[in-house]
């Protein structure tokens, strides 16, 4: 056998190996979801939004009230500074810097805070929701399930999709506690 044939001879076993994967691959089932959908679809996950949302304004309130306390103060320095002496306008000036920074600091503690809180409601019921989709797929022979949120898929059969279905199991098995 020439090297031609030999070179032809290994790019048509390469072939063959190549798409006998394929095909074996064919015989895989792969189901779709979406977290995002099911947190906001499921009573559980509308609970943990509550929850979030009341923590989220909460903080709002707090950062509002002083947005306000430093607008005020800032007016009053404004509204004064022509008839105030250099040292008590530097005076107020350093008293609103200081509350200001005070602000920001309370700005960024209220922001980690946020993701802090948003983090823990969702690692506790993540978790519980993942349990009832790895049964969905072993129950029926899923090799695969990808979450859409997650992962962007240009196409994929809807009849793939298993979100509402999902939706409905945790609804069925995870109560939202009070």
């Known amino acids: 056998m020439t090297k031609l044939g030999k070179l032809i001879a290994g790019v048509f076993m390469v072939s063959v190996f190549l798409l006998s994967g394929i095909c074996a691959d064919a015989a895989e089932k792969t189901g779709f979801i979406n977290m995002q959908e099911i947190i906001r679809g499921t009573e559980i996950g509308k609970k943990a939004e509550a929850d979030f949302r009341t923590e989220v304004d909460k903080k709002r309130s707090l950062i509002q009230a002083k947005e306000a306390e430093l607008q005020k103060l800032k007016d009053g ?83 793939n999709d298993l979100t509402k279905q999902v939706i409905d199991e945790v609804n069925k098995t995870l109560k939202p506690k009070k």
Request: charged letters at 35%.
């Open 77 to 159: 320095i404004e509204k004064q500074g022509s008839i105030l002496t250099e040292k008590a306008r530097k005076e107020k000036e350093a008293s609103y810097q200081e509350k200001f920074n005070s602000y920001q600091r309370i700005v960024k503690e209220a922001n980690d805070e946020i993701q802090n809180k948003q983090k823990d409601v969702f690692d506790t019921i993540i978790p519980d929701i993942m349990k009832i989709v790895n049964a969905i797929g072993q129950k029926e022979n899923y090799t695969t399930i990808f979450d859409l949120s997650i992962v962007p898929v240009a196409y994929f059969d809807k009849k």
